[in-house]
């Protein structure tokens, strides 16, 4: 939880390569904690990397 909030400060100042090292990295310990993966979905959003949102969205999809 503590990363993901380091995560989401990092993704509010605009650091969008710090966000997404950070949240890659709990979600390669953790793909369940879908908290992480949206918040990735959003930095790659922010960074125009719309297909990879997509299919992170895609892949998240049955777990909703």
Do not use: C, W, Y
Not at 25 to 40: E, M, S, V, Y
Request: overall charge neutral; proline content about 5%; cysteine-free.
């Amino acid at each position: 939880m503590i990363q993901n909030q380091l995560g989401s400060v990092r993704l509010a100042q605009k650091r969008l390569p710090e966000a997404e090292a950070i949240f890659r990295g709990i979600f390669d310990k953790n793909r369940d904690f879908t908290p992480t993966a949206f918040n990735l979905v959003q930095v790659l959003a922010a960074e125009q990397r719309q297909d990879e949102a997509k299919e992170m969205l895609h892949d998240l999809a049955p777990r909703a």
